[in-house]
């Protein structure tokens, strides 16, 4: 069906450590979107990822997409406090995207 | 950068009332959406819209809504009919053709 799984469900860091939240999907997926929600926020696009295998990075976050089409990550190195928020992934499936529950990611300093 | 605005930020309204929540996409975006979040959810997707018609709807989006490009520049949500789990953030957001999705801020629709 139309839905992804994103994991965990919230994860707690102490500032400078790394982070990592992943979705899976049953089916292939054309593209991936993932996007950050700081908190009372609204969501902000951060990347897509479209070819099989393709790695992105953006300064300290990296972004995964599976061979296969059906699986993505995002990891954060060494994470700030200014990295707060929920990471949501989200598929496109003809005219919308279907959003990941989020991983909402709280920094210790 | 270009931005989709939302109005108003926060409406509380009764139920069983109608309310109309007031978007402007960017300009030169063809496509237009309607998500809602409800608190501490995920982000849920309503409708599309393109070339002046509904493109997809979800099983949330019944008969009590509709929406209307009433002009070149608005897009409307309106809730015929409040129910008290009607109470989310709606969010219009607003494409090219599908890369990239730009949210606007919200409105916080409260139903007492």
Partial sequence: GQQVMQIPQYQHVQEGEDFTTYCNSSTTLSNIQWYKQRPGGHPVFLIQLVKSGEVKKQKRLTFQFGEAKKNSSLHITATQTTDVGTYFCAAEYGNKLVFGAGTILRVKS | ??????????????????????????????????????????????????????????????????????????????????????????????????????FGSGTRLTVV
């Avoid at chain 2, 009332?17 to 309503?46: A, D, M, T």
């Avoid at chain 2, 018609?53 to 015929?80: A, H």
């Fill in chain 2, 1 to 102: 950068e270009p931005e989709v605005t939302q109005t108003p930020s926060h409406q509380v309204t009764q139920m069983g009332q109608e309310v109309i929540l007031r978007c402007v996409p960017i300009s030169n975006h063809l496509y237009f959406y309607w998500y809602r979040q409800i608190l501490g959810q995920k982000v849920e997707f309503l409708v599309s819209f393109y070339n002046n018609e509904i493109s997809e709807k979800s099983e949330i989006f019944d008969d009590q809504f509709s929406v209307e490009r009433p002009d070149g520049s608005n897009f409307t949500l309106k809730i015929r009919s409040t129910k008290l789990e009607d109470s989310a953030m709606y969010f219009c957001a607003s494409s090219e053709g599908g890369i990239i999705y730009t």
